[in-house]
């Protein structure tokens, strides 16, 4: 059966998405001292992007700082790999 979703923002710009729960990425997990910044919805649809941050006092030692949901329902890139700074 499929389940659509009543609308929810995608991005900070406001626009609104319409999209089935089957069509969404997982939902994106902090890896350790990393921050998801404001604006990235809980639910995403494909080619919404989110943008990921080392917490204060760690630097970026890898990883992509922004993140896209695919036409494959995952995550572009890799989560920030943050180190003490």
Known sequence: MLQIVSKFYVNYLSQVCYCRVDETCPL???????VTE???PPIAGVGVTCRQRCTVGYI????????TCTSHLSWSGTPPLCIAG
């Open 28 to 34: 994106l997990v902090n890896a350790d001292h990393v």
């Open 38 to 40: 404001p604006g990235c």
């Open 60 to 67: 970026q030692a890898g990883g992509s700082t922004s993140r």
